[in-house]
């Protein structure tokens, strides 16, 4: 907006300077032409519009170097004001770049805690198991032992019944060892 402005106000002065130069030299031509008591005082005047235009063109090369400078600073903050929209456009993009990353490690570590309390269920179920099993062995050693002593028990008690069966006046003897324990 400065900047057209700026342009503007340099188009008007320029039209100014055009008609104030154009109007110096009708007055050189009309001066120079006709020589008289008047020309005294219009070569005063000549000289007076010549300081003015001289002064006008100076103004006119700083009114241009202003408007160069002017272009240069709104080309600088359009460049600028573009560089920052580049850097939030991708600053967003890496944003939603993150959250996706955040989303997936998020849905992992979700994923990776569920295994944790299945893998927990089963090791607990195993160990369970594990220990009913021992238990199991237990009580099958301890009944593999309570019959191991009750059928020494009854051995030792068929030995003696035996015994004494044969020293009360029996016959043969029976073999033990052909006697089998009842399965």
């Known amino acids: 907006e400065e900047l057209s402005t700026r342009q503007n106000e340099y188009a008007l002065e320029r039209q100014r300077l ?97 295994q944790i309390v299945t893998l927990t269920a089963q090791a607990m179920e195993a160990r369970e198991r594990a220990s009913m099993g021992a238990a199991e062995m237990g009580t099958i050693r301890f009944q593999a032992k309570y019959d191991c002593a009750r059928l020494k028990g009854s051995l030792d008690e068929l030995r003696y019944m035996l015994r004494s069966q044969s020293s009360s006046g029996g016959g043969p003897r029976p073999s033990l060892g052909a006697m089998r324990p009842p399965a």
Do not use: W, Y
């Not at 030299?25 to 008591?37: A, C, D, H, K, Q």
């Open 18 to 114: 055009s008609g104030a130069l154009e109007e110096s030299r009708r007055t050189l031509r009309n001066s120079l032409g006709v020589p008289s008591p008047a020309a005294a005082v219009d070569t005063a005047r000549i000289t007076s519009l010549e300081t003015q235009l001289a002064d006008e063109r100076r103004r006119s090369v700083e009114q241009a170097v202003a408007l160069q400078r002017a272009e240069r600073r709104a080309a600088q903050f359009e460049d600028a004001q573009k560089s920052s929209e580049d850097q939030r456009i991708e600053a967003s993009q890496r944003a939603r770049e993150a959250e996706r990353q955040r989303l997936v490690i998020s849905e992992d570590l979700r994923k990776a805690q569920a």
